[in-house]
Nanobody, 116 residues
Framework: QVQLVESGGGLVQAGGSLNLTCALIGNRNRIKAMGWYRQAPGKQRESVASLGGDGTATYAESVKGRFSISNVATTVHLHMTNLQPEDTAVYYC????????????WGQGTQVTVAS
C-alpha cells in the first residue's frame, strides 16, 4: 500500500557532498510529514530533516547549515554538503500519516559513509 524507494548515498571524502532521494509510491493523502532519519552503529535512530504537511522544514542541530531538504510532490530530496565522518550512518526515509491511518512507513535504508 505504501512503498518508499530510496536512492543515493555511498562513499565520500570529508567535506564532500551527496544527495539522497526518496520517492513515495502509494497513498498520497493525509501525509503529516516526510523526511530522513539516520542510525549509526551502536546509536539510536535520530531525525535528520523533515518536511511538514505545510512545507515547513525541520533540521537536527548537527546538520543545520549543511543539509537541505526539499520536495517535488511526494519525492523528497536531501542535499548534504560538507559531510563529516560523524555523518556516517544508514539513512532511512520516513513518511508519517495523520488520521485516520496514524502510522509511519520506512524505506529500506541507504548507507552513507564519510571517510576522513
Amino acid at each position: 500500500q505504501v512503498q518508499l524507494v530510496e536512492s543515493g548515498g555511498g562513499l565520500v571524502q570529508a567535506g564532500g557532498s551527496l544527495n539522497l532521494t526518496c520517492a513515495l509510491i502509494g497513498n498520497r493523502n493525509r501525509i503529516k510529514a516526510m523526511g530522513w532519519y539516520r542510525q549509526a552503529p551502536g546509536k539510536q535512530r535520530e531525525s535528520v530533516a523533515s518536511l511538514g504537511g505545510d512545507g515547513t522544514a525541520t533540521y537536527a542541530e548537527s546538520v543545520k547549515g549543511r543539509f537541505s531538504i526539499s520536495n517535488v510532490a511526494t519525492t523528497v530530496h536531501l542535499h548534504m554538503t560538507n559531510l563529516q565522518p560523524e555523518d556516517t550512518a544508514v539513512y532511512y526515509c520516513n513518511v508519517a500519516y495523520g488520521t485516520p491511518l496514524q502510522r509511519d512507513f520506512w524505506g529500506q535504508g541507504t548507507q552513507v559513509t564519510v571517510a576522513s
